[in-house]
């Protein structure tokens, strides 16, 4: 689950304008089997579940110089 918990914040700090379900979508490309229901906990857990959030996690992110490729 660290794997998915990292391509997941690697995803949110690239494009925050992702809706649930291209995240959902990136995750399954990128070869993570995770439900519908299984993404929403773990953006809930993390703080991502609204878009605000999300864009939040971003520019914080970048102020780090946290983008990852």
Known sequence: ADGLEETLLRLVADDPFYSIGELK???????????????????????LFSAKGRYRYARTAARRGLRIP
């Open 25 to 47: 979508s990136e995750l399954g490309r990128r070869g993570f089997s995770v439900s519908f229901w299984g993404l929403l906990r773990l953006l809930w857990k993390k703080k």
